[in-house]
């Protein structure tokens, strides 16, 4: 079964400075998605960014950006320029594109606080 | 992307009683997945709702339990049943799109006293 493991349970940045979250994952899969979802206090779940595994390119979204290494099985998130709208629980989630149901598996999450 | 409503946002509610979740997409979907996030917990998927058919559960969760229903491909609801302070939690749908991703709605937190 597929599991994925976040280590921090809360992180904290100053605002302007830059954040990296860590994500591990264990499959035998060859293809699949990775993602991380951001839910601030208002509890929505917002996807932040997504990675295919056939990419070797690390995927960009304005600050957010990710350092994946399939070899390792990682999957980081890094922020840039933090920003306090950026607080809030970051979920790192897999899919798997063979299973045909689309489903996700959630980390527990990591907890973001940033300080003005 | 999509857009997702849930009804209601909230609700508090007596043990041993139900209450019906409805979700509503803005475009037509395939897939629709119901989720439960206990408190200061991550999300576990309870089901897998696609039109047409019966809903896929995952272990631990029960039809008797959460019903699901899903009638077209832009909306779905899910029962919570004879439900205990167990079942206090936020719940979740999502809609899956052509691309392996899921969009969330906003959640309703059900408390149960």
């Known amino acids: 079964a597929q599991t994925v493991t976040q280590s921090q349970p809360e992180m904290s940045v100053q605002e302007a400075e830059t954040v990296t979250l860590s994500c591990t994952y264990d499959?035998?899969?060859?293809?699949?998605?990775l993602f991380w979802y951001k839910q601030p206090p208002s509890r929505q779940m917002i996807l932040v960014i997504r990675?295919?595994?056939?990419?070797?390119q690390n995927a960009t979204e304005n600050r957010f950006s990710v350092n994946f290494q399939k070899a390792a099985k990682s999957f980081s998130l890094k922020i840039s320029d933090s920003q306090l709208g950026d607080a809030a629980m970051y979920f790192c989630?897999?899919?798997?594109?063979?299973?045909?149901?689309?489903?996700?598996?959630f980390g527990k999450g990591t907890k973001l606080s940033v300080i003005p | 992307s999509a857009v997702i409503s849930q009804k209601p946002s909230r609700d508090i509610c007596q043990r041993g009683t139900s209450l019906t979740i409805q979700c509503q997409v803005d475009?037509?979907?395939?897939?629709m997945f119901w989720y439960r996030q206990q408190p200061g917990q991550s999300l576990t998927l309870i089901a897998t709702?696609?039109?047409?058919?019966?809903?896929?559960?995952e272990s631990g969760f029960v039809i008797d339990k959460f019903p699901i229903s899903r009638p077209n491909l832009t909306f779905s609801t899910l029962t919570v049943s004879n439900m205990s302070p167990e079942d206090s939690s936020i719940y979740l749908c999502?809609?899956?799109?052509?691309?392996?991703?899921?969009?969330f709605g906003p959640g309703t937190r059900l408390t149960v006293t």
């Open positions: 999502s809609v899956g799109t052509g691309v392996y991703e899921q969009y």
């Open positions: 499959t035998s899969e060859s293809d699949y998605y």
């Open positions: 990675q295919e595994a056939y990419k070797q």
């Open positions: 989630a897999y899919s798997w594109s063979g299973a045909g149901s689309y489903q996700l598996t």
């Open positions: 475009s037509q979907v395939t897939m």
């Open positions: 709702a696609n039109q047409g058919s019966e809903a896929t559960y």
